[in-house]
């Protein structure tokens, strides 16, 4: 199995930085991709960015651009979210999301989440 752990949430004020991350653990043979999610209190879960092991064109939501940064480290298997000039309506819970294929022959990439990291934008 796949374990994803993140880290890197809490309190911050507005204008403030964090930077979040997601180790992923595990039986795992091949990452096609690795993504940052978000759902705020009654919205629906909104892709935020995503990046691909080998980093070309990483993704960003309009709201991310000029703001965030996807990055990731191939030997450690983690993915970094550096979030900068926070704003209250970035308040979410954070989610990580890999595309994982455990074995050489399984056919496809399963998706696999973690638990969620708080982040809560407030003075």
């Known amino acids: 199995q796949v374990q994803l752990v993140e880290s890197g949430g809490g309190l911050i004020q507005p204008g403030g930085s964090l930077r979040l991350s997601c180790a992923a653990s595990g039986t795992i043979f091949s990452i096609d991709a690795m993504r940052w999610w978000r759902q705020a209190p009654g919205q629906q879960r909104e892709l935020v960015a995503g990046i691909t092991p080998k980093a070309y064109s990483p993704y960003l939501s309009d709201s991310a651009k000029g703001r965030f940064t996807i990055s990731i480290d191939n030997g450690k298997n983690t993915v970094y979210l550096q979030m900068n000039n926070l704003k209250p309506e970035d308040t979410s819970v954070y989610y990580c999301?890999?595309?994982?294929?455990?074995?050489?022959?399984?056919?496809?990439?399963?998706?696999?989440w973690g638990q969620g990291t708080q982040v809560t934008v407030s003075s």
């Open positions: 999301q890999a595309d994982v294929k455990t074995t050489y022959n399984e056919e496809h990439f399963q998706q696999y």
